[in-house]
């Protein structure tokens, strides 16, 4: 007997994605009462994926894990933006789930198309995994007789605190934003980029704030690495042992008050790290900023950027590699102009 999703691969197909029909996807199904589904529910795996791994957790979905039988979804939405087809049938994927929008309560399975998001949660999907996600919801809404309205997290329908997908511990996806972009992209209008920065950028610079800033706290608020004298954030940490290291000592080692250290051979380094690093960079910025008399943000912003690019470009060059796959000049230089501007003030971007 045909499984009631079989059309699925298709209509994603119609709406212009990559589709990858895994063996026997038309026949799969978990013991159950058939979806009749009324709208798509959202999730993320939990598995770190990347561009090179970009749907590690394709077969886990089919077969399921010790704790609940495959399937687990219908389709895999990969790092890449690639849907991998997983079941036509009923999927384990929603189990009971309340009433959420348009949608009733009832049978989470029964109710939904299951889209499972490839990636980890604690950072955002990738720009190609959200544009995907946000499309085949469109197509299959469409297909349904559905708005963008029937579109859900799985936090909106979980009964037992479930918060995926999400882009940090614990912080749900903006949902009101995906459905907005759901609408658009069933009416054909492309999905619109509110900031600056391509998602790729913003991506790398939520990264670099994160590993400065610590995870954040309820609202957004910054509250830093957990430490033993309480939470404290990488720049404070380093304020303190730069203080520490200017704090007047009974003795240094003999010529270390001359040293001067390449920044790459002092961060390997510890006697680089005390005497050659935190002294130069505090020196530089210290320049950077009086060099533009410290009331002008767009100049303190164009002072900060050549310092920057000497203290942290090769890591942001490694990062966007890491995010695009390739070397991109372009992008690097514009998450440091991000980064310079913001330090001093977004008013600097104007």
């Known amino acids: 007997m045909a499984q009631p999703l079989v059309w699925l691969a298709d209509v994603l197909r119609a709406a212009r994605l990559r589709v990858v029909e895994t063996d026997g996807w038309r026949d799969r199904a978990a013991r159950g009462t058939p979806p009749r589904p009324v709208g798509v529910l959202n999730h993320h795996t939990a598995t770190p994926a990347s561009y090179a791994r970009p749907a590690p957790t394709v077969r886990m979905c089919i077969t399921g894990r010790p704790d609940l039988d495959g399937p687990l979804c219908h389709a ?46 604690t ?5 190609q995994q959200y544009e995907s996600a946000v499309r085949a919801n469109a197509a299959v809404l469409r297909h349904l007789g559905r708005t963008a309205e029937s579109a859900r997290a799985h936090a909106e329908t ?58 954040r706290g309820e609202g957004g608020r910054i509250q830093g690495w957990g430490t033993e004298i309480g939470p404290r954030t990488l720049v404070a940490m380093l304020v303190d042992l730069v203080n520490a290291l200017l704090a007047p000592k009974p003795s240094r080692a003999p010529g270390a008050e001359h040293l001067r250290v390449p920044l790459p051979d002092a961060v390997r380094d510890t006697n680089g790290l005390v005497y050659g690093v935190l002294p130069q960079l505090l020196g530089q910025l ?45 992008q690097a230089e514009a998450i440091v102009t991000e980064l310079a501007q913001r330090l001093a003030g977004r008013e600097a971007a104007a």
Not at 174 to 197: N, S
């Open 123 to 127: 950072t955002p999907p990738s720009p």
């Open 158 to 215: 979980s009964v037992t605190g479930k918060w995926d997908p999400g882009h940090a511990p614990g912080r749900t996806i903006d949902m009101a934003k995906f459905r907005g972009d759901v609408a658009r992209a069933m009416t054909g209008t492309p999905i619109q980029e509110v900031d600056d920065l391509t998602p790729e950028q913003d991506a790398i610079l939520r990264r670099i704030e994160h590993e400065l800033l610590g995870p």
């Open 76 to 121: 895999v939405i990969a790092f890449d933006g690639t849907v991998h087809m997983i079941a036509a049938g009923r999927a384990n994927h929603a189990g009971r789930a309340k009433a959420s929008g348009p949608n009733p309560g009832g049978d989470g399975n029964t109710l939904y198309v299951g889209f499972e998001w490839d990636y980890a949660g």
């Open 286 to 330: 210290t320049a950077a900023i009086n060099a533009a008399s410290g009331t002008d943000p767009a100049a303190v912003a164009a002072a900060l950027r050549p310092v920057l690019v000497e203290l942290v470009g090769p890591v942001v060059d490694e990062a966007v590699r890491a995010a695009v796959g390739a070397d991109n000049r372009e």
